[in-house]
């Protein structure tokens, strides 16, 4: 998987902390964006099947909310495995022995 563009990503995020589905409204509120712009971003989303639309309606309108369609974990696993496949074992080891060195200075 092509690692996705800045807002879409943002927009991701979103969904991905959000406890339930979310509208429009909200994603412009969380990400400060113009609303035309996270409409764009949500129908590429869309159309990489990386989210999905839910309606809802309390009242006679109804309402598109939207929800991923994948966990951020399962994205990240997607992003390493194609990194894995164009990747020699020698860079495969230096970005083991990378990530091992940020895990211990994390831990210090």
Not at 9 to 16: D, G
Not at 19 to 46: A, H, M, Q, W, Y
Not at 87 to 103: H, N
Request: glycine fraction near 4%; hydrophobic fraction near 35%.
């Amino acid at each position: 998987m092509k690692q996705l563009p800045k807002l879409q990503l943002l927009i991701m995020n979103c969904l991905w902390q959000a406890d339930e589905p979310i509208g429009l409204f909200e994603i412009t509120e969380i990400t400060g964006l113009e609303r035309g712009e996270v409409s764009v971003n949500i129908r590429k989303l869309r159309n990489k099947n990386l989210m999905r639309v839910t309606s809802h309606g309390k009242t006679q309108r109804v309402r598109n909310l939207y929800e991923p369609v994948i966990s951020k974990s399962e994205y990240v696993e997607l992003l390493l495995l194609d990194v894995v496949e164009i990747s020699s074992e020698e860079e495969i080891d230096d970005i083991l022995k990378f990530l091992d060195g940020e895990k211990k200075h994390e831990q210090s």
